[in-house]
């Protein structure tokens, strides 16, 4: 099976800061990799697909890069609307596996 | 509008049963793959299970095989999860939602219903 492996699991940022988020594959997965947003009491709403494609509806100031093992999720400006926490996904192969996920706080 | 509702959840006893339901809408049902993912109240994401368009191929993860079923009704716009021999560590939010796309790769989940909480205990 593989292994997701987020971090941080948690980050401090304010309104307008960059924040970077990162997930490694225990194998290569290509680039069969989607980001989630998830806000309290809500269900995930998907973010990015196949590492860097946009979903659509969703602002450009996410960003995905990223493939083989090492995966990178970005917000270029962070807005009020983007505090909520993250995860990764891969879909290379069964079990599908979600990263633990990381909680970005008001700083 | 693409619109998941599930329904079923509740309070089951260890060793229980239970039936959830995912009433779809607002896109071609039959067309894409469908999956089950859970939460544990405070935890992260757990991909559950998924079903192929067809219903042919149908995957499940190690701590739900033999326990959970999972099934669709194309007739019916609807994805169903039977759950038995239900343990403590089932208890969480259950999530159906379709691909993001019908591409057969498509596996991870666009749309997620809101979810229906599964509770299991004495």
């Known amino acids: 099976d593989i292994q997701m492996t987020q971090s941080p699991s948690s980050v401090s940022a304010s309104v307008g800061d960059r924040v970077t988020i990162t997930c490694r594959a225990s194998?290569?997965?290509?680039?069969?990799l989607a980001w989630y947003q998830q806000k309290p009491g809500k269900a995930p709403k998907l973010l990015i697909y196949?590492?860097?494609s946009l979903q659509s509806g969703v602002p450009s100031r996410f960003s995905g890069s990223g493939s083989g093992t090492d995966f990178t999720l970005t917000i270029s400006s962070l807005q009020p609307e983007d505090f909520a926490s993250y995860y990764c996904?891969?879909?290379?192969?069964?079990?599908?596996?979600f990263g633990g996920g990381t909680k970005v706080e008001i700083k | 509008e693409v619109q998941l509702l599930e329904s079923g959840g509740g309070l089951v006893q260890p060793g229980g049963s239970l039936r959830l339901s995912c009433a779809a809408s607002?896109?071609?049902?039959?067309?894409?793959?469908l999956s089950w993912v859970r939460q544990a109240p405070g935890k992260g994401l757990e991909w559950v299970s998924s079903?192929?368009?067809?219903?042919?191929?149908?995957y499940y993860t190690d701590s739900v095989k033999g326990r959970f079923t999972i099934s669709r009704d194309n007739s019916k716009n609807t994805l169903y999860l039977l759950m038995s021999s239900l343990r403590a560590e089932d208890t969480a939010f259950y999530y159906c939602?379709?691909?993001?796309?019908?591409?057969?790769?498509?596996?991870?989940?666009?749309?997620w219903g809101q979810g229906t909480l599964v509770t299991v205990s004495s």
């Open positions: 194998q290569g997965i290509s680039n069969w």
């Open positions: 079903i192929s368009p067809s219903g042919v191929g149908i």
């Open positions: 939602a379709n691909a993001y796309c019908i591409n057969i790769t498509c596996w991870s989940p666009g749309h």
């Open positions: 607002g896109f071609t049902f039959s067309s894409y793959a």
């Open positions: 996904l891969h879909y290379h192969s069964f079990p599908l596996t």
């Open positions: 196949t590492a860097s």
